[in-house]
């Protein structure tokens, strides 16, 4: 199926469809473009819409993953499905706000790896799982227990310590994913909340607000943690792999400690799924490669040049995409297609939403003046 093609129209209808600000649906095309400006990210999954029926068709979708993967056993076989919940501009003024907490638990987790316990967001309805790298460690095999059924044995799929996305396959769950959000809508000030499991029937549930939409976190020796979602959320004892969740109840983060906060901060759920697709479909990440170290540009300087700020190149490595772009040492990164860039966080982070392959317009400062190239991202792969 090509980008342009879609579900057949009714045979009833005729005419052109409405514009999209007169309908209460929308085609993915017209919600899911890329903050880049790049092409639609279809390469990775083939994505099909429809209105659900009755009450829950203004409030979430279902989409059809392209990944080949189905559920086995007796009788027909049946897509793998995820739910996406409808844009907030799509729906009826006056409508329910769609995923109640208890939808929100109903979708989650708690995970024992070793001695560690955390949670874990359904991801789709074959038996996948989002949690944290940091939670599954080196484990091969961990246990999960849904809110209302026994304990199941779960295999590690692949992990990225790179974004701190785990995934998790569990052959017996038979659990609807979780209503899945989009994080690159959120604004500092918007309401959220972190939901995880204390026990077998029961859901710790803490409100605050999105604090910050790029954080970046240091770890020693590895390399840092870009693009994290922060809040003011303090829950009574922090959870790896937990749902972060917006005011409409749709899952926007997955939470994650690393750090030395007590604040809630999350995986967004944009990155996470890319993450997740690409370890289930190959057993590891591939993340879109620039061949570039740099660092957040001087404050002075950026003041200087009259710029929010920047991500100063520290070193462009010899035959990198960057390199072939025309990069050099010291240029300063300020747009990633239509996406402001004002730190090394904001790249990397930018970066992330690409595939591999893509063709990038990267904005860049040299001395002061502004320039544009065209680089085109290869694959660099983490994990096996």
Partial sequence: ??????????????????????????????????????????????????????????????????????????GAAQPVSERLATPASTLLVGAPLPGGIDEVAAALVTIHAGAAQGSGVVLRDDGHVLTTADLVGDHDRVTVRPVDGPELEAEVVGLDPATDIAVLSVHDLDIAGAVLGVARDLAVGDSARAVALEGREAAEI????????????????????HGL?????VMADPVEGAALVDADGAVIGVTTTVGDTDAVRAVPIDLARIVAEDIIATGGPAHPWLGVEGRDLDAAVAAEWGVRGGAELAAVVEDSPAAEAGLHDADVVTQVGDTEVTSMGDLVTALRLLDPGDRVRIGYLRAGHHHWCTAVLRAYRHGP
């Avoid at 342009?4 to 005729?14: I, S, V």
């Avoid at 803490?206 to 943690?225: F, W």
């Fill in 229 to 233: 979602i922060g809040t003011d959320i």
């Fill in 1 to 74: 199926m090509s980008e342009d093609e879609g579900t057949p129209p009714d045979p009833a209808f005729r005419g052109a469809p409405l514009p999209p600000e007169d309908r209460l649906w929308r085609h993915p095309s017209e919600i899911r473009t890329d903050p880049t400006g790049a092409r639609p990210r279809r390469s990775r999954s083939t994505v099909s819409l429809g209105l659900a029926a009755g009450l829950g068709a203004s409030v979430a979708l279902m989409a059809a993953w392209g990944l080949g993967a189905f559920r086995e056993g007796g």
């Fill in 206 to 225: 803490v409100t605050g607000v999105v604090a910050n939409l790029a954080v970046t976190v240091s770890r020693g020796e590895e390399a840092p943690l």
